[in-house]
Every structure is written in structure tokens, then in C-alpha cells.
């Protein structure tokens, strides 16, 4: 009987390049780059040709501006929104949707290599800590479920016009985990993901019990005095 391979073949497609990395989507961002050649591309058409992922990557996209512990209450209301969208579809199990007057909405040339150049640089970071991990995550899709549902309440949380440090901060680095670790199939990132989400509910539930407190205390003030 001819011994076992030490390193017998991975099921499927391969996950990881020579290095042990994952596959690296900032390398597939600049060969999309080159593909496209400077020349107006549909939303539609991209999102088709990232093979569905470019959900994900649009979601950290929509998370990076938000990490930092400054809140953006401008902008947080739309691009909660659409992280909620987003992150209902991804619960549901269903393809995320846009409407098809985005998909029709064509890219310049100049701007769209600009901003696949952008993204591969931010990715590449972003790799650097990814690696396929606790794969039960990634291949069950109760998982998909619970970091979309995840990403839907984050959504919501980042919503809220706080002009609180962290407001923003917190829901968008659960939004960036939870993204991060779908497109590199990282179950590590997922985990890291829910601790972000509980410590969310952690400071809002701070915020809204002290707010509470600190309006008693005025009432009581203001009663106390008249």
C-alpha cells in the first residue's frame, strides 16, 4: 500500500498562493484594472466581473472612512443605509441588490482606474493579516447569515447622528472585519467581527443608559427647584 501524501490536494478551488496567504483579491483589482483598459465600465458590469465579492469589498470601502474615532454625522446617515441594505440581503441569504439604475450607471475610464487602484492598495493591507481560518466559518452558511445580520445592525448603529467619539467607529470596524474575513475566508476575522459588534452594544447601551441617567438627574433638578 503506497503511504498517504503528506500534503494531499485541497478540496476545490485553491485558497491560498504559495506564500500561505489567501488568494489575493488586490491582485485580481489591478488585472481588472488592466483588463478594462481605461475605457467606461457599468456598476453592473464590475460588480459581475469581481464574480459577487465586489458586495464585500464595497462594504469595506464603505467602512475604512468611518474607523476612525472622529464621527462623520454628514455622512453616516446614507452610507449606514446602505450597509443595511447590504447586510439585510447578505442575512436573508439572498443576492444584494441594487437598483438598476446604479448597475446602468457607467464608470469613466480615468476614474475607475483610479479607484481600482485605490482599493487593490487598501486590500493589500488588509490581506497581509488574512489567512483561511477556523474554516467551518466560511463554509456553513449560518455564518453568511449572522455577519450579514451583524452588518445590518451596524448599519443601523452607524446611522445614529452621535457627535460621540466612536459612534462611528465601532459599528464600521465590525462592518470591516466581517467583510474582510468573507473575502478572505478567515473564520479569525468573523470572531473579531462579533467581539467588535459586542463592544458596539456595549457603548451604546453605556450611552443610552447615561443619557437616561444624566436627564433623571436634571429633572430632578429642574423639579427640585421650581
Same mark, same amino acid.
Given at each position: 500500500?503506497?503511504?498517504? =501524501? @503528506?500534503?494531499?490536494? =485541497? ?8 506564500? $500561505?496567504? =489567501? @488568494?489575493?483579491? @488586490? ?29 464585500? %469589498? ?6 475604512? =472612512? ?13 452610507? /449606514? ?9 447578505? &442575512? ?18 480615468? &476614474? ?16 497581509? !493579516?488574512? *489567512?483561511?481560518?477556523? /474554516? ?11 455577519? $450579514?445580520? %451583524?452588518?445590518? %445592525? ?29 473575502? $478572505? *475566508?478567515? $473564520?479569525? !476575522? ?13 457603548? !451604546? ?8 441617567? &444624566? ?12
Amino acid at each position: 500500500m503506497n503511504p498517504a =501524501p @503528506s500534503n494531499p490536494p =485541497p478540496a476545490g478551488p485553491p485558497l491560498v498562493g504559495g506564500n $500561505g496567504r =489567501p @488568494s489575493v483579491f @488586490s491582485a485580481e483589482l489591478r488585472e481588472l484594472m488592466r483588463r478594462f483598459d481605461d475605457r467606461p465600465v457599468s456598476v453592473g458590469a464590475l460588480l459581475e466581473a469581481t464574480q459577487g465579492r465586489g458586495y464585500h %469589498l464595497g462594504l469595506i470601502l464603505i467602512a475604512l =472612512p468611518f474607523v476612525g474615532p472622529i464621527p462623520l454625522p454628514g455622512f453616516s446617515l446614507p452610507f /449606514g443605509l446602505a450597509v443595511t441594505l447590504l447586510g439585510t440581503r447578505l &442575512a436573508l441569504d439572498k443576492k444584494p441588490w441594487l437598483p438598476e439604475r446604479w448597475l446602468r450607471r457607467e464608470l469613466p475610464g480615468h &476614474a475607475l482606474a483610479k479607484l481600482l487602484g485605490a482599493t487593490s492598495q487598501i486590500m493589500r493591507g488588509i490581506e497581509y !493579516f488574512l *489567512r483561511p481560518r477556523f /474554516g467551518f466559518v466560511p463554509n456553513h452558511a449560518v455564518f453568511g447569515r449572522i455577519a $450579514g445580520f %451583524l452588518i445590518a %445592525l451596524s448599519g443601523l448603529m452607524l446611522m445614529l447622528p452621535l457627535p460621540l467619539p466612536f459612534s462611528n467607529s465601532l459599528p464600521a470596524w465590525t462592518v470591516l472585519f466581517l467583510a474582510a474575513g468573507a473575502l $478572505g *475566508r478567515d $473564520g479569525l !476575522f468573523f470572531f473579531a467581527g462579533c467581539a467588535s459588534f459586542a463592544l458596539s452594544v456595549v457603548f !451604546f447601551s453605556l450611552v443610552v443608559f447615561g443619557g437616561m441617567a &444624566a436627564f433623571d438627574n436634571l429633572w430632578r433638578l429642574v423639579s427640585g427647584g421650581i
